[in-house]
């Protein structure tokens, strides 16, 4: 057991005890010895009762955080997981794990909540909860995980444009955008997937686009079949850049939420619109003109069918039809 300075700070090291292949150090965090001894006397008296008395040792929200960020660094959310837990660290940094309990958690839900939607605050003590579960099912870093609140669930905003509308919008914005706006609506591709596409995703001839699993949302391929109208944006395009569709000026389009865009929206006297919004447009539009749901989730890309089943109010003729079998049985009775 030993105490010993290295650069700033005071270091402690520790003979492996049970568990442990290799020799224990961690810093005290404090250039005052007299503090770093206090540490080292409180740690070396946690460390006996975990070897000899079978006591697990106490571990804080940043050492849990730092293991998740650690483990799930693969993870396509990654940067937005790191970016979640800087938010929740004036809450519960420096917090052990068997201090964090249902009550803390509905506090924290509160503050979150603050300006933001439900499935905002829903994701971020979804990350909570996976890695409290985590700690406590797969690290045994405490005995059992506090149940973490969530808001109920709801169907989420659904706005779209009706045909009018979308021709005002496409008069008002300028070339480049109205190009970008006029293919989401013909593939119901997000944003992101429309500004990064590239002419080797596309075949012109087979009148399909591909994007590959780890640059789409749910993480599987989409491929998407390609109508008149996102053709005609393609062909309008053609010979602009060498690698990706849609740019301007030369350079390709990484912002569409642009003083452009917020005008024309403004000219065209459309309100309350964003432009993931023409995803929703797209859906809407193919629900009123008689698709299916199977038929939808595939062309959208949507990963499970219940995300489709939002539009289903849109177009109630199809179940009109099916109401209608009965008809025939009442009139055989009759």
């Not at 460390?47 to 006591?55: A, H, T």
């Not at 706006?181 to 429309?194: E, H, W």
């Not at 949302?217 to 998407?224: E, L, T």
Request: aromatic share 10%.
């Amino acid at each position: 057991m030993t105490l010993y300075k290295r650069e700033k700070y005071w270091w402690v090291k520790f003979a492996p005890i049970k568990g442990e292949l290799k020799p224990f150090f961690k810093s005290t965090g404090t250039a005052v010895k007299r503090d770093a001894q206090k540490y080292h006397d409180k740690l070396m008296a946690e460390r006996w009762e975990q070897d000899k008395l079978g006591v697990k040792p106490c571990h804080t929200w940043d050492e849990a955080a730092a293991k998740f960020l650690e483990e799930t660094s693969h993870k396509r959310t990654h940067e937005w997981d790191k970016s979640m837990l800087r938010w929740f660290q004036p809450l519960l940094g420096g917090k052990e794990l068997v201090d964090i309990n249902r009550a803390l958690l509905d506090q924290v839900r509160v503050v979150r909540g603050k300006g933001v939607s439900t499935s905002t605050v829903n994701r971020y003590m979804a990350l909570v909860r996976t890695i409290l579960r985590k700690a406590c099912n797969e690290w045994e870093w405490i005995d059992r995980a506090p149940k973490v609140g969530m808001f109920r669930d709801t169907e989420g905003r659904i706005r779209s444009l009706s045909r009018d509308e979308f021709t005002r919008l496409l008069a008002e914005l300028p070339p480049h955008l109205a190009d970008m706006a006029q293919f989401s609506v013909a593939t119901g591709l997000r944003q992101a997937n429309v500004t990064r596409l590239q002419w080797k995703q596309i075949s012109l001839e087979r009148r399909h686009l591909w994007v590959a699993g780890n640059d789409h949302k749910n993480g599987r391929p989409h491929s998407v079949p390609l109508n008149e109208a996102a053709l005609d944006v393609l062909q309008r395009r053609q010979g602009d850049h060498l690698t990706h569709v849609f740019t301007y000026e030369g350079n390709p389009i990484a912002q569409v939420n642009t003083k452009a865009w917020r005008n024309a929206l403004l000219r065209a006297e459309i309100h309350d619109f964003r432009w993931h919004d023409l995803r929703h447009t797209f859906a809407t539009w193919h629900r009123e003109a008689g698709t299916p749901t199977h038929e939808l989730q595939r062309l959208g890309g949507w990963k499970t069918q219940s995300m489709v089943e939002r539009y289903a109010h849109v177009a109630p003729e199809g179940l009109q039809y099916a109401a209608g079998r009965l008809d025939r049985l009442f009139q055989a009775q009759t």
